[in-house]
């Protein structure tokens, strides 16, 4: 049975004194792709940074790519990550900056950064400093830059943020291309229509736990707005399987 | 880490603006010194010293702050965190940029300095740029660690000269008792007890940045 891109026993995190994770369970495939869905503070970019490395949990045990946390420089070089910040400097241009983090990465050479500006359409932006983009333009940049060595897990923290309607279409079809081409992605997302395009799975996080889980059918905009009424109502607790629902 | 040591370099230079107003500041603190205390032949070698420390300080502190101004916006230090760079390579990318940074502000503020105080800096040029390097290499590795500290707070450019200057005391005095031997003729002092005291300064905080650096940039 193959390792699972993903899996998080009882992880926990804090805050100073506020609990963000709270014993969270969690499990993803390899190859599959899960929303992480939830109210603003339940943990789920706290989840993504603690597997990209940027945080070190308080408790638990957590494998990400057959690695266990804490990150390794060999499990980092696996991972793309999509945040909230572009992670791109201002003062280098679109193309310097992809140069840049190729090198970071220890791609051989610089051809990614060619075909890609021309995939996420940054071309004839390449040369200029990434302080003149807007918003969806630097989001652009950002997903090539995620995607510039091959990464074998996507973290993706709210990736439609500032896209335009191009925009949109271009990031949903690259999230086709890597889930065709065997990438394990986890995205956080608020979009619950956008959920049955762009995963397999989903979770819903609640106090820093998983309080729902679906698959399928589960995926289903109603569905999901069922579920996270149930859950903000107090209902929650309770995972979905594909075939009816469980309670914890 | 000489990818991030190329790209640091040439973010720095394409921006100017540290040097520049390192520069600046500098020079602004020894013309007040110069003003405000009452020198004179006698006691200008005794006190000179004390005055180019004091603005070498100050300045690295500036210097300091903005060493990881790149990585200040747009998250860029998670990147860095991120990467699959060795973390520790990281702190050492970060403190020869800023260590050159620092000497590269030296060499221009010397002239200066030489000609406010009157004071033949060229004769004890050798040992002068040795004591320089020695504090210098201090003020980088422990502006280095606590930039990095402060890095993601608010109110940073506040606590950073907070959190360096006490620390920086021993290396200040150390420096100054140095420089004032080497600006009277005497050469580098090598068998001094505030040599030894520079050198251990010196080695403890590159040692202890590199190994904290992973600690800091993931919590």
Known sequence: MPEAAVTCRGLTRSFGRVG???????????????????????????????????????????????????????LRRKLGYLGHESWLYGELSARENLEFYCRLYGVSD?????????????????????????????QRLSLARALLHN?????????????????VELLENLVAEQRAAGTSILMVTHDLARVSLLADQAV???RGRV??????????????????????????GSIATNGGTQTC | MLTLLARDLRLQFRRGELLASSFVMGVLMLLAFNFSLDLSPDNVAALAPGILWVAVLFSAGLAA????????????????VASPLDRGSVYLAKFIVNLLLLLLFEAMLLPVFGLFFELSVLSVLAPLALVLLL???????????????????????????I?????????????????????????FPWGDGWVRLLLGFDLLFVVAGWLAFEYVATD
């Open chain 1, 20 to 74: 963000v994770l709270r014993g969270l369970d969690l499990e993803l495939e390899r190859g599959a792709s899960m929303a992480l869905l939830g109210a603003n503070g339940s943990g789920k970019t706290t989840l993504l940074r603690l597997l990209a490395g940027l945080l070190r949990a308080d408790g638990g045990n957590s494998s990400v790519l057959g690695h266990q946390l804490p990150s390794t420089a060999v």
């Open chain 1, 110 to 138: 610089d051809r990614p950064v060619d075909s890609l500006l021309e995939r996420v359409g940054m071309t004839r932006a390449a040369s200029r400093r990434v302080r003149s983009f807007s918003r969806g333009m630097v």
């Open chain 1, 151 to 167: 990464p074998q897990l996507l973290l993706l923290d709210e990736p439609f943020t500032g896209l335009d309607r191009d925009g």
């Open chain 1, 204 to 206: 819903l996080l609640g």
């Open chain 1, 211 to 236: 309080a729902w889980q679906g698959q399928g059918n589960d995926l289903a905009p109603e569905r999901l707005e069922q579920a996270w009424r149930d859950m903000a109502s107090g209902q929650g």
């Open chain 2, 65 to 80: 702050g903005h060493g990881f101004v790149g990585e200040r916006e747009n998250g860029c230090m998670d990147a860095i």
């Open chain 2, 135 to 161: 504090g210098s290499i201090g003020l980088a590795a422990v502006g280095t660690l606590f930039a990095l500290v402060t890095v993601g707070g608010g109110g940073r450019d506040l606590a950073l000269p």
């Open chain 2, 163 to 187: 959190l360096l200057l006490p620390l920086e005391v021993p290396l200040l005095i150390a420096s100054v008792k140095i420089t004032r031997v080497v600006m009277a003729g005497g050469g």
